[in-house]
Structure formats: C-alpha cells, structure tokens
C-alpha cells in the first residue's frame, strides 16, 4: 500500500498546486491593473520592448501625479511571443481579471485574433497594430495609437504623385502581417492614382542580405522605390543599395527614416523620403522632451512603438476622468469621438482624434534624412481639422 | 551576367561565414556526437563580449575583438563544456540535445534582459571601400570577411593534419577508445574542440555583425543555415562544412534573384538549401565532401 | 511490481481531478472555486500539444527515431480543419481528414528518409518543416498567408454548442482520452512490443523476423498522424491560425516536451507538454505577482529581480536542471521518488553509444 498513497499524496499536492497557480491572484484594491498583451519575446521582441518602456513611464508619470482619479496604476505584462494563439490566451487571462482596459498586442495579426473578444467582453483595448482592416471588422472596443495603414498610405500615395512626380514604382516589402497589409493597402491607393506598380518584391522578416533584391531594383525601370519593411532590415536594404549604386528615390514609412535605421545604416540612409506618423525627432517641444526621458532612462532611442506605448496610458486617463469614472464601458464611449489635446493632457504628445472605430487622427509629417538626422519638411494637417 | 556575378560574390561572402558556423557543428558532433541547437546563439553573442568591452572597458575595437574571442571561449567553450555538456553526455546524447534548446533560449533571452532588444551597429574591422570589377560591386569588407574566415578554417584544418595534438584530436573523433588506448589525452583534446568551436564562432560573430548588426534574434537564421550547410557538405569534415556553407550561400542568393524567372515566387528563396539537402540526402548522405561515418554503430 | 497494480485506480483518479477541476466545488463543501475561462483555455491547449506530443513520443520513444516535423503536421491539421469547417463541412470530418492526410504524407516523406542512416529522417523532417511553413505564408489564396485565418468556429455535438470554453474543454479532453487509450492499445499489441523490442535492439528485432523500415514507417506515419489531430483540434479552439505556432522552432519544442516528459512512457507526453505549455504561463504570472509577495521593497530592486527571473530565463534553467538530474526525464525521477528500493535493471540502464535516447522503463 505504501507506494500507493504516496503515489497519490504526491499527485494531489502537485495537482492542488497546480491548481492554486491556475486560479486568480487577489490584489489590492487602491491599484488598478492594466495588461499589456505584447510582443516580449519572438520576432516582435524589439517592437513589444518599445512599447513595454514607453507605457512604464507613462504609469510612472501619472502615478507620481496622483494616479488617475486617485488610484494607482499597475502595469502587467503578458508576452504573447509573437504568437496569434498565446496572445489570443493572454487576452482571455487579462478579462477574467475584469480590467479597465487592455493593451495591445501590436502585432496586426494579433490584434486580429483578439478584437472580437474584447467587443464581446466591452472592454477598450488601445492596439498598436497598423492593418488596415483592423477597423473594420465591427469592433466598437479597439482604439487605435497610430495612424492605420488605411491612412497613412494615401498620404505616402499623394507624395510619391505630388511630391516625387513618379509615374512608376517598385515596391519591396517584408512578408508579414505589417509588410504585406500596407503593400495591399498602397496598391490600392497606387492604382487609384495612375501609378504604375513595375516590380514588387517580397523580403523575409530577419533577411540579411539584399543584393538579390537591389540586382532587380537596379533593372527595374522606375522613377522611385517604396520600401517597407521593419527598421533593421531597412537598414540593410539601405546598405546594399549603396553599395550597388541604386540611385533611384527611396520612400519609405516611419521604419525607413527613423532614427533607429540611420543609427544602423549611418550614410546610406542619406538622401531617403517619406512620411512619418509618430516619430521621436517631430519638431514638438512635448515630443522632444519625451525623447528625452526614454533615452535617460533606458539608454536608447525610442521608436514609435516607444511613443504608441507612452501615450497608451495617457488616453485611458484622459477617457477616464472625462467619463468620471474608472469603468471599462465608460472609458470606452468616452474615447469614442473625443479629442484629446497636450493642453489637457500633455502625455499625450499631440492632439488626436479618436472616430468611432477607434482610427486616430492628427497630424503627420514629411520627412527626409539629411545629414544623419531626419529632417521635418512639411508638416500634413489633420484630414479632419 | 554582371547580375550573376554580383549575387554570386555576394553569397561567398556570406557563405564563408555559414561554413564557419558549419564547421562548429561539425566539430561538436565529432567530440559529442551531439547537434547543438545553440550554435547560431554562439555567434550571435560574442558581438555583445565585443559592444560591452568598447563600452565599458573603453578599449579599442581591434582589443575588443580579441576580449570577444577570449570569453567566448571561455564562456562558450569552458563553461559549455563543463557546466552543460559534461553533467549530461553520461546519460546519452538526446538530454544534451535538448538542454542546447534551453541553452539557446537562455542566451537570447538573457541578451535581450540584460543587453537589448534592439539591433545594435556593430563596427566593422575592414573599410567598405567599393571595388568596381566590370560593373560588379565588391566591398573590401565582403573580400576581406571572405577571406579571414577561410584563412581560419585552413589554419584550423592546417593544426588538425599537421600538429600532434591536431593528430590527437583527430584520434579521439574518429575513436576515443582507441585513441586512449594509445595514450592521447582524450578529455584534453574534447576540451580543446570545445574552445576552436567557441573561437571560430566568435570570428564569425565579429565578421558577420556589421552586416547583421548585433541582435538578440540573430542566432535562429545563422544556425539554420549553418546547420544545413554542415549537412550538405557533409557532417563529419571540415572541408565539407566549407563547402556546404558556400555552396548554401551562394544558392541562396541565386535563388532570391532568379526563383521568379522559373515562375516560382522569390519568397520561397529559402526553400531552395532545403531541396538540395534533401537531395544530398537521399543521393549522397556522407555529404558533398564528408566520408562514410566510421564510427561504429 | 507492487507500482503497477495502482496504475489503473491513479488514473481513475486523474480523469475524475481533470473533469471536475473547471468546476466550482465550494457548494459541496470543498475549497476549490473552479477554473476561469483563461483556466479552461490554457487546460485545453495543454491537452492538445500532449495529443501531439503523444505522436512524437511513438517516434522517438517507442520506435527510436527522430523528428523535427510534428509541428507541420500540427499545422497541416490545423489548416484542413479550418478550411473545411469553413467550406461547411462537419468537424468530424475535419478531424478524420487531418488524421488521414498527414498520416499518408507521414509515408511519403518516410519512406525514402528511413532508407538512410540514423539521424538524416530528423534532417529531412527539418527541412519539411520549413518548406510547410513556407506554403502556410505564402500560398494566400488557400491559407491567407501571413495574415492566417479568422472566425474559425467550434463545433456542435448532439445540438449542444461547443462554444463555452468549459464544454470545449471536456469535448478536447473526452478526444484526448479516446487518443490516449488508441496509444496505449497499439502499443500493449503485439505490434506495440515489436517497437519495443526495435528501440533495444534494431539488429535482433530483424534478425527476429521484424520488419524494421516497415515499423518505423508505421510509427512515424502514426505519430504524424496524432500531430493532425491535435491540429484539428487546435483550430477550433484558438479560432484563429496563421503559420507561427508551425514553425521549426516549436517543432523543436515538441522534442524538447517528450524528453523531459520522459519519452518512451504514456504519462511522459503529458507532463512534457504541462512543462512547455503551463510552466512558462505560470512563471510569467509568477513574475508579475513579485511586486505584491515583495510589497515593501525598494521598487528598483523589485524591478531588477524581475529582470532577473524573466520567464524564459528561469524556464531554460529549470529545463537544464532538468535534463542533468532526471534526464531520463519526470516520468523517470517521479518513479524514483516512489520506488523505494531500485529495481535492478529498469531505469538505470547505462547508455549505450548512439543507442538513441535512454529509457524510463517499460511503457507506463
């Protein structure tokens, strides 16, 4: 008898154990807990990081203000690896907790796999993701903390026609939910304008060497390349194309003429043109001052996931003390159509609008790299001022 | 053709640092009769051995570099051996094995805790000057990286025919038993693969990271590559491992450039390595270059 | 031996504690308040990978190969599930279709890999995987590309609805249960024990009269076959699939899960499967909850032990820790603790040169 009932002692406690972790840990009531449902791990590690400390500095800013509507924030952090399944886990784990709100993931593929949950359960989850379709599958729940791609790329679409004079275009783009939902979006938009798309090429997530892409550029007769793909492998692309001479304008996103990509390609980011939706050198003395504090304290410059993250938490507090209260439904209709401007709420960087689909609108920028800095050149009105 | 050769040459020098991951692998099995997953991990890290010493000791690069190798090898090598590989061959090669997954999940979590997630610019030894041969564009960098990490392999392959210890070392891969018998240090010279191992991925480490930039994720693709490039060349040779890395170099980038002229998408680009080693497989296991696997099963 | 004659009331008692635990116990008096949803979720996909872990554990741990493919064959499940329940066609039918086709594709990369030596069938599954995945993001017009498929819906049975996650939950672990006894019955059977008698000795299994290319095949093409299943089970449950759970890297991870299981034991895939899929969740959560079990402490300091004991950090110690004091895996450490007096000649059996992996015992 004896293996026996240790057998089964032994199996209980492990069982009971087990068990103990699997159910809800109790917290104090005086903090309220926000999960952060992000990329901490996998292929979006960088991206989720960024996020991770820009919305931990924001909570550290309103908690040493007071909090919001007196009470503390507590950020948790779940890693979704970048994985569509675990995020779609750590959402379900996030709303058993009932929270005020979620954030994240940012990955588009993620968001997809999560927004029906937090409509059904009505709570606001402040997304990074840039899909275009994000906002149109019927969610009343997901607000956007950057433009969507249904946005940006007519802006990019209105430059290359207005601002470059191009006629005909190649387009490279990295093969992810990121990469491949803004090549669908800008050829749409392309082909609405009479440009031509000569060549569109394909890249890989992590792919490090371009020649064979630049080979084709180089004999593809275009008046300019659209290129958008994530900041590191910009950076290669941008090194290659030195290296074999393409001279033809590169245009690109945020993630071509970030600060990030001309720290990693130096010179070869020379001379590159695009638009910028949130970027951390905008000539705004809020912007400046933020860049400041991410890089005093975590020793790097944030990109604009640092900046999607950091505002995060700031339209929770403005949608909150608008509604009065600190309630899920509540926040959510407050954010629906409200605006929030940097005089009220200065962590909010710059004014924005939030429709009821939960798309952002504000301000954006032109931009150019000269002279190892990106340059603002013109600043883009808000399509609904 | 001034295409071709600009992909080709392109891939050589990528290739060439393929064949110096390769030739861990192949070292490793030779010592352990082990796979370790966490080879392209053990080039991803010493470009941090290389950023930390530049920024804390203030050293200059090429010192840096030379710190890199040396705790590479101490912390890739020695450590490997001892703390990991040592506790778990006694029970058999599939508990190591696995533990290489864990070891390869330590250190790209521990460099993205404790260093960065963010890709780092990594300096480069050689100058980028551009070389123009009949159109084709070449950098000294990618001759040079061509060059050194072939020079390391003939020195590696130069130590292991031509020295005692070479000999010795070569003894105890094809037979510890034997080769204790005959008096070689067998424990000493497994240690020894261990650290060349450690060294090699720390040159190819600094050759590859000015291209690569330093990143925590860097190690999934380089292992896979190197990993198939072993496998093709065969994976009980050093010569194999050469030319399975340039062979998988420079397919890959021909592929990327001349897939869709055959109506196949260029995003299957990665695909093609993995044809050729399933043909090499089936056509000719030992490999491209390797011999028949002498160790008795 | 006396070990064996409690196996079937443990068991017994095992499946009473997994139907009963989502339930709230506390009106008939015990302290227990059931599983949230999160809870039931994470069970779930817990019994799913033990489903494919399963097939891997008939690979490796019964007919003494390797594979790196199980989590195309996951995938490839997955995938036919979701675009035949979409095309309207029964789950049933999705289920059977995912068992089969990877069970014949199981064959036809096989046969040829099995021809070579040891090892080059866990090169040839490698590349496999990788060509799989390649198809999932590329080939948009059948599985969306990168961008994966959406809205896949659960099934019903008997007109009930499988949507809440409780009766999901039973639904996966009633399917579990099926596929467990199948393994169990296929390996009792004669058949079973000729994979037995092939993993101890491959040269006098055949000198014995057994087909050895021919069991192996079989075994493989099976164990791919549980891969398809758990697949099919996995689609409706997330809802949602695109190619990253079917990587290289997690058909690494299911190598890694019947190892530490202990491979080559019906527990084991189970246990390997808790450790891949309901550690890492609760170290995470471990994690976070610091703040509050350190309350009081210097916030830096929390944040730097935090830092510290990042989950994936702990989770590859725990898995070396694992592997170099019970490399024979739990299963294995687990009957030492109960044993208390060795058997001679069950676990402890030295490793053999290039004899594949070590065992824990007989099948369990």
Redesign the interface.
């Known amino acids: 008898m004896r293996p026996f009932a240790s057998l089964t002692r032994r199996s209980f406690a492990a069982v009971s154990i087990a068990a103990l972790t699997l159910a809800a840990p109790a917290f104090a009531q005086d903090t309220i807990k926000i999960p952060n449902i992000i990329e901490l791990s996998g292929a979006g590690a960088t991206v989720g990081t960024n996020w991770k400390n820009g919305s931990s500095l924001a909570v550290e800013e309103i908690n040493a203000a007071g909090g919001i509507l007196g009470k503390k924030i507590e950020l948790v952090f779940v890693d979704t690896a970048s994985d569509p399944g675990k995020a779609r886990a750590g959402i379900q784990r996030a709303l058993d907790d009932k929270p005020i709100a979620i954030f994240g993931p940012i990955y588009s593929g993620s968001v997809s796999a999560t927004l029906q949950m937090t409509n059904e359960a009505e709570v606001p989850q402040i997304i990074g993701g840039e899909a275009a379709n994000l906002t149109a599958q019927g969610s009343k729940y997901i607000f956007r903390t950057s433009f969507g791609q249904n946005v940006s790329m007519p802006k990019i679409a209105n430059y290359l026609r207005d601002g470059v004079k191009a006629k005909t275009i190649a387009v490279v783009y990295v093969n992810n939910d990121f990469g491949k939902g803004g090549r669908n979006s800008i050829m749409k938009e392309l082909d609405s304008r009479g440009i031509k798309v000569v060549l569109d090429l394909s890249t890989e997530a992590g792919q490090a060497d371009f020649a064979a892409d630049v080979v084709k550029l180089k004999a593809a007769n275009v008046d300019a390349v659209f290129v958008y793909t994530n900041e590191e492998e910009s950076a290669r692309f941008l090194i290659e194309a030195k290296k074999q001479g393409l001279n033809k304008p590169l245009i690109g996103e945020t993630t071509l003429l970030g600060q990030k990509v001309i720290d990693l390609a130096k010179d070869a980011a020379e001379g590159v043109k695009g638009h910028v939706g949130l970027t951390v050198d905008a000539d705004i003395p809020l912007v400046k001052a933020f860049a400041e504090k991410f890089r005093a304290k975590y020793n790097y410059a944030s990109d604009h996931n640092g900046i999607k993250g950091y505002i995060a938490p700031y339209m929770i507090k403005a949608a909150a003390e608008k509604a009065g209260k600190l309630d899920a439904k509540a926040i959510a209709e407050a954010l629906r159509g409200m605006t929030i401007s940097p005089t009220t709420t200065p962590g909010i960087l710059i004014e924005g609008t939030w429709d009821a689909t939960g798309e952002i609108d504000r301000i954006s920028f032109l931009a150019e790299v000269k002279g190892g800095k990106q340059v603002i050149t013109q600043t883009l009105p808000k399509l609904k001022p | 053709m001034t295409d071709f050769f600009q992909l080709v040459i392109a891939g050589l020098a990528t290739g060439a640092i393929y064949a110096l991951a390769a030739v861990g692998f192949t070292l490793l099995w030779q010592a352990s009769q082990t796979i370790n997953f966490a080879q392209g991990e053990f080039v991803m890290l010493p470009a941090f051995f290389a950023l930390i010493a530049t920024s804390v000791l203030g050293v200059p690069f090429w010192i840096a570099v030379l710190i890199a190798i040396t705790a590479s090898m101490l912390l890739l090598g020695l450590t490997f051996k001892f703390a990991i590989v040592d506790p778990l061959i006694k029970h058999g090669p599939m508990p190591l094995v696995i533990s290489t997954i864990a070891v390869a999940i330590l250190l790209k979590d521990g460099i993205k805790e404790f260093y960065s997630a963010e890709a780092q610019p990594f300096p480069s030894l050689l100058p980028s000057t551009l070389i123009d041969v009949f159109g084709v564009k070449v950098s000294v960098a990618q001759i040079g990286v061509f060059f050194i990490a072939m020079a390391a392999i003939a020195a590696l392959q130069h130590f292991l025919s031509s020295t005692r210890t070479g000999r010795q070392m070569q003894a105890t891969a094809q037979n510890p038993t034997v080769a204790r018998i005959l008096g070689v240090p067998v424990e000493r010279m497994i240690l020894y693969t261990f650290l060349i191992n450690a060294a090699l991925a720390a040159v190819a480490s600094v050759l590859i990271s000015p291209v690569y930039f330093a990143k925590f994720t860097n190690g999934e693709p380089l292992g896979l590559a190197a990993f198939v490039a072993a496998i093709v060349g065969g994976f009980n040779q050093v010569r194999g491992a050469i030319a399975g890395g340039l062979v998988v170099g420079v397919i890959d980038n021909l592929a990327a450039g001349y897939l869709d002229r055959i109506g196949v998408a260029s995003s299957y680009r990665q695909a093609v390595p993995l044809i050729l080693l399933v043909l090499v497989i089936l056509f000719r296991p030992q490999g491209l270059l390797g011999r028949k696997e002498e160790r008795a099963v | 031996m006396?070990?064996d004659?409690?196996k079937i009331?443990?068991l017994l008692?095992?499946v009473l504690?997994l139907i009963v635990?989502p339930l709230d116990l506390t009106s008939i008096g015990l302290p227990?308040?059931g599983?949230?949803?999160?809870?039931m979720?994470?069970?779930s996909?817990w019994l799913v990978i033990a489903i494919a872990a399963m097939g891997v554990n008939l690979i490796v741990g019964y007919a003494g190969q390797e594979t790196l493919a199980q989590a195309a064959f996951f995938g490839i499940g997955a995938y036919l599930t979701a675009l035949t329940t979409e095309a309207g066609l029964p789950w049933g039918i999705a289920f059977i279709a995912a068992g089969a086709l990877t069970f014949v594709v199981g064959i036809v990369l096989g046969f040829?890999?099995l021809?070579?030596?040891?090892h080059?069938l866990a090169?040839?599954t490698?590349?496999f995987t990788?060509?799989v995945w390649?198809v999932f993001?590329?080939e948009e017009w059948l599985t969306g590309?990168?961008?994966?498929i959406?809205?896949i819906r659960r099934p019903s049975l008997f007109g009930i609805s499988l949507r809440p996650p409780l009766y999901f939950y039973w639904f996966t672990l009633s399917i579990t249960a099926v596929l467990t006894f199948v393994m169990w019955w296929l390996i009792r059977s004669p058949w079973g024990r000729a994979f037995t008698a092939l993993r101890e000795n491959a040269i006098r299994a055949e000198s014995l009269g057994v087909d050895v290319r021919t069991y192996k095949l079989l075994a493989f093409a099976i164990g791919s076959a549980y891969g398809g299943f758990a697949g099919a089970l996995?689609a409706p449950l997330?809802?949602?699939?695109?190619p990253?759970?079917f990587a290289?890297?997690p058909s690494?991870?299911f190598?890694?899960m019947v190892?530490?299981g202990g491979?080559g034991t019906l527990v084991g895939p189970f246990l390997g499967a808790?450790v891949a899929v309901?550690l890492p969740?609760?170290l995470?959560?471990?994690n976070?909850?610091l703040?509050?079990w350190l309350a009081g402490w210097n916030p830096k300091s929390i944040a730097f032990i935090q830092?510290m004991l990042?989950?994936?950090?702990v989770?590859?110690?725990i898995?070396?820790v694992m592997?170099?004091f019970c490399?024979?895996g739990l299963v294995g450490l687990f009957k030492k603790?109960?044993?208390?007096t060795r058997r001679p000649h069950a676990d402890d059996k030295g490793?053999t040169?290039?004899?594949?992996?070590?065992k824990a015992g007989e099948a369990s």
């Open positions: 006396t070990f004659r409690f009331p443990a008692l095992t504690v635990l227990w308040r599983l949230r949803s999160y809870g979720l994470n069970l996909r040829p890999a021809r070579v030596q040891k080059y090169f040839v490698l590349a990788i060509f390649l993001r590329n590309g990168v961008s994966g959406q809205g996995y997330i809802g949602f699939i695109d990253s759970p290289l890297a690494l991870l190598m890694l190892v530490v491979s808790a309901l969740d609760w995470e959560v471990a976070s909850n703040p509050t830092h990042s989950y994936l950090l989770y590859a110690i898995v070396i592997m170099a490399p024979t603790l109960v044993t208390p490793p040169l290039g004899a594949g992996t070590p």
